[in-house]
Nanobody, 125 residues
């Protein structure tokens, strides 16, 4: 499975961005993760292959939204009300187990099978 994240950029605090993750195939849960400078990678959100189940890390609930368009093999992450602490490289990953591990462990373990390259989001005035 090949994954390509895109849509990052520079945005002011309070602004919005939409990230895209293009996948080479369907049938996998897709998770979003981020890694801020000097910090470990952290789970952000995950959606099952049919979009029927969606999970979020507590730190982004109410601000970020994951969705998928299976006709385009693409999963989106809408980032709203951005804060400087949201600055990070954002990655998408594919999971045969349909987000099972991240949802059960609240992201302490990712359980992902394939990873894409990241896209940088910088929140700064």
């Amino acid at each position: 499975v090949q994954l390509q994240a895109s849509g990052g950029g520079l945005v002011q605090p309070g602004g919005s961005l939409r990230l895209s993750c293009a996948a080479s195939t369907l049938g996998y849960g897709i998770g979003w993760f981020r890694q801020a400078p000097g910090k470990q990678r952290a789970w952000v959100a995950c959606a099952t292959s049919d979009g029927g189940r969606i999970y979020y890390a507590d730190s982004v609930k109410g601000r970020f939204s994951i969705s998928r368009d299976n006709a385009k093999n693409t999963v989106y992450l809408q980032l709203n009300s951005l804060k400087p602490e949201d600055t990070a490289v954002y990655y998408c990953a594919a999971d045969r187990q349909q987000c099972r591990t991240v949802s059960l462990t609240q992201g302490r373990h990712d359980g992902m099978d394939y990873w894409g390259k990241g896209t940088l989001v910088t929140v700064s005035s």
